[in-house]
């Protein structure tokens, strides 16, 4: 019999930890909401509870604690505040799978704070011994409450070095319900990042009204 995995989400009240953690609640997961707002990321879990009754979750509100107690770490942070939460997870985060959602966009939508490595690869630079994937960064919160737009389901891409990481991330991308494409290794985060910021420029820009998303079509 396979063990129910625990899955931290640290951020668990922001916009995407939110969308994460209420798509995550339709599996077979434990899930760890963590925030520095308690009172928000308990309404979240609320929400969750009255959808899924029978779901085991909790609001724990130490990220090193929710950390240790999971199988899977969602980094469901800004960027700059990916290296402080970085700083306080280290020493649990051993082997474990840390996914990497943020984007490091500057304030105005026309670049990346980032130099040559991705977001992801510098969280794989701070906690060198765990498994770093990058997930569910180029999708915005309505795809999760709709991951289907016109009857089209939305992709959702992967990157990492660590094939087994790889396939347990590509199960979560599927219980939210999103396609999942694996699109390499951890290096091609640095092209998912700019997806996503190409994906809010036009967004601006045509009044997609943040419901949007990536298609690959193939024969």
Known sequence: MIATQTIAIIGAAGNMGSA?????????????LQASHVQKAQGVLNEIKKANPDISAEVINCSFEASWE?????????????QVVAEKIREVANQKIVISVSNPLNSTYNGLLTNELSAA???????????????????FKADFEKPFIKDTQVDAFIAGDNKEAVATVKELIETVGFRAVNAGGL?????L???????????????????????????
């Open 193 to 219: 990042e700019r997806m996503q910021l190409l994906l809010i420029q036009l967004s601006v820009a045509n009044n997609y009204n943040w419901h949007a998303g990536w298609k690959v079509l193939h024969n």
């Open 70 to 82: 999971a199988d899977i770490i969602i980094l469901a942070v800004p960027y700059q505040a990916e």
């Open 121 to 139: 690869e510098e969280l794989q630079d701070l906690l060198p011994n765990a498994k770093v994937v990058k997930a569910f960064n180029t999708t």
């Open 20 to 32: 994460i953690a209420k798509s995550l609640a339709k599996g077979n997961y434990n899930l760890l």
């Open 187 to 191: 290096s091609v985060s640095r092209t």
